[in-house]
């Protein structure tokens, strides 16, 4: 999703801000939960465990998930306006119903759909969104109470999908960005506001997602981590920064052991910090004497079809780190092709197709092998809207992996 549809700016209570952190302590209670819950199936290597050897193929995805609403509405609010706080929860409660309109269950069993199709041995999400709410709120009082009702849990609904198509997968690591929450009008059946102001908050996450029904041996992840960049984008009138960062996990697949990192970037409306976040990443949780295979939504379209030419994107700078784009080593001859954003806010305009590329999956170090990318336009085959699960193409990569001269163990 691009920045303006997920923005990170947090709301006014009658008087004063209520910013409710990067994460929020019941938030990042029930991330922990939940990663800590699905990833003791997915049995990660103990030090020292070697990976059986076995067939040299590794399969990945990256999805950007989209929160399914503009906010575009919210930001560009006046905050000296003195109607700033009714014109702020009038526009909160249009995103909350657009995200309601966008169907997340819906659109979560279209992306389960085309991961089984694929069967990846690893994936990442971006964009999995946590939605609660409190009702009736408390902030325009003055209350800092959090909600804390599940309204859709993105990553929740996708393990449940895939579960139920016979797919077994578990939350490897999570990585819990800007955590907002927004006054906001509660409208009855007839669609007229009731009198009580709700309380509606969104976490944003990505997710890295690894396979547990693979023989034993075959497929094993360790070290879980997570961090958040340090240059990000603030809202000083509103005293609020959107938190954007990474995960990662080791994976021993067949023998070969490497490091997976998933991150979202900031949007290419702010090229300098994209690139500092960029230089971040680079210095940080890819700087590793492991192979790494480096996945995401990095919002920076390699043909600047997005932005003038002048502008910085982290693009250039992956390459010059010594990563090879799967898309580009697979179609030197199609720059212009690989498309993966441009669908409508609404997912409801056919006519509104795909116009950049800016999901990827990078590969660095010995071994790693390009057999396929392949964008995948996630088509509900409905005739209403949601149309598509996500603005974005799922993008599907295999790296064959050459033989290693020896085994190789887990650190």
């Avoid at 909350?96 to 269950?105: K, L, N, T």
């Amino acid at each position: 999703m691009k920045n303006e549809r997920s923005d990170g700016s947090t709301l006014p209570s009658a008087g004063r801000w209520i910013p409710r952190g990067r994460t929020g302590l019941l938030g990042a209670i029930a991330s922990l939960l939940l990663s800590s819950a699905l990833l003791a199936s997915a049995l990660p290597v103990q030090a020292g465990e070697m990976c059986s050897n076995g067939r040299r193929g590794f399969n990945t995805m990256t999805v950007n998930l989209y929160i399914g609403a503009g906010t575009e509405n919210i930001t560009a609010l006046d905050p000296t306006d003195p109607n700033y706080l009714v014109n702020l929860v009038t526009a909160v409660t249009g995103v909350y119903y657009e995200i309601q309109a966008s169907q997340p269950p819906v659109r979560m069993q279209g992306v389960a759909d085309q991961v089984v199709d694929r069967m990846p041995d690893v994936f990442a999400v971006e964009e999995a969104t946590l939605l609660r709410i409190q009702s009736p709120g408390d902030i325009v009082q003055g209350g800092t109470t959090p909600a804390t009702v599940v309204v859709y849990d993105y990553l929740q609904l996708l393990v449940d999908a895939l579960q139920a198509r016979g797919a077994h997968y578990a939350v490897a690591a999570t990585s819990v960005e800007w955590d907002i929450e927004m006054p906001m009008f509660e409208l009855g059946l007839d669609g007229n506001p009731t009198g009580v102001i709700d309380d509606v908050r969104q976490t944003d996450r990505e997710a890295i997602l690894v396979r547990t029904d693979l023989p034993p041996g075959q497929l094993r992840v360790s070290h879980p981590q997570s961090g958040h960049f340090t240059n990000l984008l603030v809202y000083p009138s509103l005293g609020f920064s959107v938190t954007r960062g990474w995960c990662s996990v080791d994976v021993c697949a067949r023998g070969d052991s490497f490091h997976y990192v998933c991150t979202h970037l900031e949007e290419e409306t702010y090229p300098q910090l994209q690139v500092l976040q960029a230089k971040e990443l680079l210095a940080g949780p890819v700087k590793t004497s492991l192979p790494v295979v480096l996945v995401g939504d990095f919002n920076a379209d390699p043909l600047h079809r997005d932005r003038p030419l002048s502008d910085p994107t982290a693009y250039p700078y992956v390459i010059r780190a010594g990563f090879r784009d799967t898309w580009a080593a697979l179609h030197p001859f199609h720059p212009a092709g690989g498309l993966t954003w441009g669908h409508d806010e609404f997912l409801a305009n056919p006519t509104e197709l795909f116009d950049r590329r800016i999901d990827f999956v990078f590969f660095r170090g010995p071994g790693f092998v390009p057999v396929k990318a392949e964008p995948i336009d996630m088509v509900l085959n409905r005739t209403q809207p949601p149309l598509w699960a996500s603005d974005h193409a799922a993008l599907a990569a295999e790296l064959l992996i050459e033989p290693a001269p020896f085994a190789v163990h887990m650190k």
